[in-house]
C-alpha cells in the first residue's frame, strides 16, 4: 500500500474510506472509561477524518494525528465543521489538536513529541503481510516506556487482498510481544458488520488490544 494507494483511495472515495464512522467509535469512549485520557497526549496514526480525533481532544491534554493525504485532512475539516491552521507546512493545529500531513514511516520523535497513548484504529490493518513489520518498528521506536498502546482489528475469514485486512490476537502477539506487554480488552462477534454482507464472509470479529511498552 504504496503513497499513490492511498491517494487514489481518497479520491475515489465512497466505499475506498467507508471505513470512517460517522460517530466516535466504542472503543475511542473504552478507553476514555479506563482513566486513559485524563491528562495523556495521545498519537493517532493514519488518523484520516476520524470523529475520533475530537472525541479525544475534548478528554486529553493534547492530540497528534498523522495523516499521508492531505484530502483526509479537507474532509475532516468539512465533516466537523472545524477550521486547522496550517503553520508551518504540513501542520494543522487548532487549540490541543494537531494533524501532521506526512509519512507515517517518516516520523521522528521530534515532530511527534511525548504521548501517553497511541490510539490504532484500521492503521495497522491497513497495511499487508509484507509492510506490517515496517510500520511495527516505527511505531515501536516512537513509543517511550510505559507508553499505552491501543490496537483495534478485524478478525475474518476468508481472507480478503486488500484493506483492512484480517489480523487475528496470534498476530499481534508476534508484532508486539517482543516489546509490549498485551491485554486482550475486546473480542466481539460482528455478523452485521457491512464487509460480511459486501464479501460474503463466514464470520468477522472485531478485536481491542491494550498494550505497554516495556
Known amino acids: 500500500m504504496e503513497t499513490q494507494f492511498w491517494i487514489d483511495s481518497w479520491h475515489e472515495g465512497g466505499t475506498k474510506t467507508s471505513f470512517h464512522l460517522p460517530v466516535v467509535h466504542p472503543h475511542a469512549r473504552m478507553l476514555a472509561e479506563r482513566g486513559l485520557l485524563a491528562g495523556a497526549r495521545v498519537l493517532v496514526p493514519l488518523c484520516g477524518k476520524t470523529a475520533d480525533m475530537l472525541f479525544f481532544a475534548a478528554q486529553a491534554v493534547s492530540v497528534v494525528g498523522v495523516e499521508l493525504v492531505p484530502q483526509a485532512i479537507e474532509e475532516f475539516m468539512a465533516d466537523n465543521g472545524v477550521t486547522?491552521?496550517?503553520?508551518?507546512?504540513?501542520?494543522?493545529?487548532?487549540?490541543?489538536?494537531?494533524?501532521?500531513?506526512?509519512?507515517?514511516?517518516a516520523l521522528s520523535p521530534a515532530e511527534v513529541g511525548e504521548f501517553d497513548l497511541v490510539y490504532d484504529r484500521a492503521a495497522l490493518i491497513a497495511f499487508p503481510e509484507e509492510m506490517r513489520p515496517r510500520y511495527v518498528a516505527a511505531m515501536t521506536e516512537l513509543a517511550a516506556p510505559g507508553t499505552r498502546y491501543f490496537i483495534n482489528t478485524l478478525e475474518y475469514r476468508p481472507a480478503l487482498p486488500s484493506p483492512p485486512f484480517s489480523v487475528g490476537p496470534d498476530q499481534i502477539e508476534a508484532y508486539f510481544g517482543g516489546a509490549f506487554d498485551i491485554e486482550h480488552v475486546a473480542k466481539e462477534e460482528r455478523p452485521d458488520h457491512r464487509m460480511v454482507e459486501k464479501f460474503t464472509l463466514e464470520s468477522l470479529t472485531e478485536h481491542g488490544f491494550l498494550l505497554r511498552r516495556r
Open 84 to 105: 486547522l491552521v496550517e503553520d508551518p507546512e504540513g501542520v494543522y493545529r487548532k487549540d490541543n489538536l494537531t494533524i501532521l500531513n506526512r509519512d507515517v514511516f
